[in-house]
């Protein structure tokens, strides 16, 4: 097991008698206008992984398109190596933000708080602003799925503040680690 840096967790807690356990996370930044050279957001979620002991197993950036972006996740989905999925950009309003309507409906279960928690660490940050936003998460075969907004504040507020906490097998009182072993449960 991989060690994580011990951070005090907001509205929780991390058990020290827990081991860590290290997860394969996925990075996918939905954008026309970016490169993975100039991708700020992707390449601070993939290092903020790494940091927090985590493995990135891969990162890919697609056009926002909604074929392209569902094919992306949904090789993820299939890939039994891949524990979990964030992506970021695309979660607006506008016509070009499709994140929501590619990834959705891959969804066998939405994780419904994600939205409520979200909405609630980004007013801190950006006040009514978050209403603008449709971050979003679920589940699909087995793996976890966060869908962020494509700005750098946004991906520190839900990886710091949020998706960091649920993926970190120490976080009590619950975290989503527990539960990936019956995510696929009939």
Same mark, same amino acid.
């Given at each position: 097991? &991989? *060690?994580?840096?011990?951070? #005090?967790?907001?509205?929780?807690?991390?058990? $020290?008698?827990?081991?860590?356990?290290?997860? *394969?996370?996925?990075?996918?930044?939905?954008?026309?206008?970016?490169?993975?050279?100039?991708?700020?957001?992707?390449?601070?979620?993939?290092?903020?992984?790494?940091?927090?002991?985590?493995?990135?197993?891969?990162?890919?950036?697609?056009?926002?398109?909604?074929?392209?972006?569902?094919?992306?996740? @949904?090789?993820?989905? %299939?890939? $039994? %190596?891949?524990?979990?999925?964030?992506?970021?950009?695309? &979660?607006?309003?506008?016509? !070009?933000?499709?994140?929501?309507?590619?990834?959705? #409906?891959?969804?066998? @279960?939405?994780?419904?708080?994600?939205?409520? /928690?979200?909405?609630?660490? =980004?007013?801190?940050? /950006?006040?009514?602003?978050?209403?603008?936003? !449709?971050?979003?998460?679920?589940?699909? *075969?087995?793996?976890?799925?966060?869908?962020? #907004?494509?700005?750098?504040?946004?991906? @520190?507020?839900?990886?710091?503040?949020?998706?960091?906490?649920?993926?970190? =097998?120490?976080? !009590?009182?619950?975290?989503?680690?527990?539960?990936? $072993?019956?995510?696929? %449960?009939?």
């Amino acid at each position: 097991m &991989t *060690n994580a840096p011990d951070l #005090p967790a907001p509205a929780g807690r991390l058990d $020290p008698d827990l081991d860590f356990q290290s997860l *394969n996370i996925a990075v996918l930044t939905v954008s026309d206008t970016r490169t993975l050279e100039t991708d700020t957001s992707g390449q601070l979620l993939a290092d903020r992984i790494g940091e927090a002991g985590h493995s990135l197993i891969g990162r890919s950036l697609v056009r926002d398109d909604v074929e392209a972006v569902a094919a992306q996740v @949904k090789s993820w989905i %299939e890939d $039994p %190596e891949v524990d979990a999925i964030v992506s970021t950009g695309g &979660t607006g309003l506008t016509g !070009r933000d499709i994140t929501y309507e590619a990834v959705t #409906p891959l969804f066998e @279960k939405r994780i419904e708080g994600f939205d409520t /928690v979200w909405h609630m660490v =980004s007013y801190q940050s /950006v006040g009514l602003s978050t209403l603008l936003s !449709r971050a979003c998460a679920g589940v699909a *075969n087995g793996t976890v799925i966060f869908c962020l #907004p494509g700005s750098n504040g946004a991906c @520190k507020d839900g990886w710091d503040n949020i998706i960091r906490w649920q993926l970190d =097998s120490r976080h !009590r009182p619950c975290n989503l680690v527990d539960l990936m $072993p019956r995510l696929m %449960e009939v």
